[in-house]
């Protein structure tokens, strides 16, 4: 069983091979949180034609088509609303498929409007990205 939150990692004493390597009365689980990750389950959108998505949890995919073709050197934007961004939150995203050259000419930033939402911002470089291409577009909130 995996370890997905500080509340499982302060109540659980690790072992292998019959040692304990972890035992959260003997080390500030906090310490090491601090400087890991343990990132959440991908939640998924359904693949809508949408300007903005609803998916909570700190990992996820955004599943969605153009809403209209957009010309070289020129960008869209999809809002994110997420229970798990904050203020100060820190998103990385990427663009991990689609077609018409979304992947190949793309680049794509996320940055934090405030709690509970985001702005994933596309800026298409060297081609004309179609109508309703379809991509997917996935981040983590840290």
């Known amino acids: 069983m995996a370890i997905k939150t500080r ?3 302060k109540a659980k004493t690790l072992e292998r091979a019959g040692h304990t390597i ?7 689980a906090d310490d090491i949180l601090d400087s890991c990750l343990i990132p959440g389950p991908i939640q998924q959108s359904a693949n809508t ?13 955004i599943r969605s088509q153009l809403q209209g073709s957009v010309a070289a050197d020129t960008g869209f934007t ?15 995203a990427n663009v991990i498929g689609g077609e018409g050259g979304i992947v190949s000419g793309s680049v794509l930033t996320a940055n934090v409007l405030g709690a509970n939402s985001a702005s ?22 840290l």
Do not use: C, W
């Open 49 to 61: 034609d949408a300007d903005h998505y609803i998916i909570n949890g700190t990992r996820g995919e």
């Open 78 to 92: 999809i809002e994110l609303r997420n229970t798990s961004i904050e203020a100060d939150s820190l998103i990385v």
């Open 120 to 141: 994933f911002n596309f800026f298409n470089t060297g081609v004309v990205l179609q109508d309703n291409a379809k991509f997917t577009a996935s981040f983590a909130i």
């Open 22 to 28: 972890f035992n959260p009365r003997t080390v500030e």
């Open 7 to 9: 509340a499982e990692l």
